[in-house]
T-cell receptor
Framework: SQTIHQWPATLVQPVGSPLSLECTVE??????LYWYRQAAGRGLQLLFY??????ISSEVPQNLSASRPQDRQFILSSKKLLLSDSGFYLC???????????FGPGTRLTVT | AQSVAQPEDQVNVAEGNPLTVKCTYS??????LFWYVQYPNRGLQFLLK??????LVKGSYGFEAEFNKSQTSFHLKKPSALVSDSALYFC?????????????FGTGTLLAVQP
């Protein structure tokens, strides 16, 4: 069966520090991968998606970047965090022929 | 523009009573519709989807949803609510952009089931 992992689970970082969040999927190959941010416990905003290694599409201009160095690994990064980067970050995957996405457990980021 | 709306921020229901969480959509073409549930500090869990076929779709944990094309709605239902159903529920619609499909989510509805 397929599983999706995210780490760390929680993170507290000062403004101006770098960020690296990691997402990995097991039990599938060539998944579509997604990064979402959930602010204020409600709305989900799609940040990035990837259909293959090295292929990244950005949904909104922002202080963040994404990379996909391996087939089942998706990384969300920032060089300098802003207070507004605080939120709950969710990674999701979708099988090549599937329609629904499956979400990881999330990372709670607090920028102080 | 393609969108999905959840008109209720919160729904309160007594345990054992039927529940409905509302969702309406606006898309071009045939809609692919989804419901997800989120418990506090957790990721979203997939509940059910409508692609084609029967308008009544059954999903996990006893939930079902009714697709109504004329009303452009996809309401989530359960015949008898449990306290453990209390959570945040999201409706979503698939959007096709080239070779990639993405989901647009509603703003979520908090379901509170009172014992």
């Amino acid at each position: 069966s397929q599983t999706i992992h995210q780490w760390p689970a929680t993170l507290v970082q000062p403004v101006g520090s770098p960020l690296s969040l990691e997402c990995t999927v097991e039990g599938t190959s060539n998944p579509n991968l997604y990064w979402y941010r959930q602010a204020a416990g409600r709305g989900l905003q799609l940040l990035f998606y990837s259909v293959g290694i090295g292929q990244i599409s950005s949904e909104v201009p922002q202080n963040l970047s994404a990379s996909r160095p391996q087939d089942r690994q998706f990384i969300l990064s920032s060089k300098k965090l802003l207070l507004s980067d605080s939120g709950f970050y969710l990674c999701a995957w979708k099988g090549d022929r599937a329609t629904e996405q499956y979400f990881g457990p999330g990372t709670r980021l607090t920028v102080t | 523009a393609q969108s999905v709306a959840q008109p209720e921020d919160q729904v309160n229901v007594a345990e054992g009573n039927p529940l409905t969480v509302k969702c309406t959509y606006s898309v071009s073409g045939n809609p692919y519709l989804f419901w997800y549930v989120q418990y506090p500090n957790r990721g979203l869990q997939f509940l059910l989807k409508y692609i084609t076929g029967d308008n009544l779709v059954k999903g996990s944990y006893g939930f079902e949803a009714e697709f109504n094309k004329s009303q452009t709605s996809f309401h989530l239902k359960k015949p008898s609510a449990l306290v453990s159903d209390s959570a945040l529920y999201f409706c979503a619609v698939r959007v096709l952009r080239g070779a990639t499909n993405k989901l647009i989510f509603g703003t979520g509805t908090l379901l509170a089931v009172q014992p």
